[in-house]
């Protein structure tokens, strides 16, 4: 009997516990079923959340990559005017030293011809019946006589002689006012043929510009 007893006691145990965690389970699988749509819910805000947060960090990313962006366009130009602006520096300096040279050149070739001309400087003749005064820029005057035959260039190559006379310059008459072709045909013209008459004075006056200086080194030379 006392066996039968501890045998009843043992099942009255088992059956209780069954039911226990019977009542458990469904306890928990109703309380499952009544808040998935809450759970539902939470998981999609949670996605959205995600989904919004990881848009947000794509919109951030992407304003700072167009900034950069921005930011090394305008680097870029600043580096292209630069550089620009030393390209044009460069090329102002070069053609003002290319004009120095060039002028330089033509002093360096009328001091040569100058000196040319006084080394050949031919003395007067019997024929040179045609007097021309120089009056040089400095005020000094220079007296020479020539053949009327002689050309308006060999008057410019004697003025060149003289040593007070400047580089370059122009042939002034007074009477009439006039000044003598330094180029063209005319240029090789006699006196003769230009009507310049004896005792005439010729004023020598000098050209500062670089055009009126090519001009007239071209044709003296």
Excluded at 53 to 82: C, G, N, P, V
Excluded at 116 to 138: G, I, M, V, Y
Aim: proline share 3%; with cysteine; aromatic share 6%.
């Amino acid at each position: 009997r006392k066996g039968n007893l501890e045998e009843y006691g043992k099942q009255w145990y088992q059956r209780r516990v069954r039911a226990t965690v019977e009542q458990i389970i469904t306890r928990l699988t109703t309380s499952i079923v009544e808040n998935e749509p809450h759970l539902n819910s939470q998981r999609r805000r949670r996605d959205r959340d995600r989904v919004s947060e990881s848009t947000s960090s794509q919109l951030i990313m992407q304003e700072q990559d167009a900034a950069y962006q921005e930011s090394l366009l305008r680097d870029q130009e600043r580096a292209r005017q630069k550089e620009e602006e030393e390209r044009q520096v460069r090329m102002v300096q070069e053609a003002i030293e290319q004009q120095e040279r060039e002028k330089q050149n033509k002093i360096d070739a009328r001091v040569a011809l100058r000196k040319k001309l006084k080394d050949t400087l031919a003395p007067q003749s019997d024929k040179d019946t045609l007097s021309l005064l120089f009056r040089l820029p400095n005020g000094s005057r220079v007296s020479r006589k020539f053949s009327p035959l002689a050309t308006v260039k060999d008057v410019y190559d004697f003025a060149l002689t003289c040593d007070e006379s400047p580089n370059f310059f122009t042939l002034v008459s007074n009477f009439p006012k006039r000044v003598l072709p330094v180029d063209g045909e005319a240029h090789m013209k006699t006196c003769e043929e230009l009507g310049i008459q004896n005792s005439t004075t010729l004023f020598v006056q000098e050209i500062l510009s670089d055009d009126e200086e090519s001009s007239e080194s071209e044709a003296e030379m």
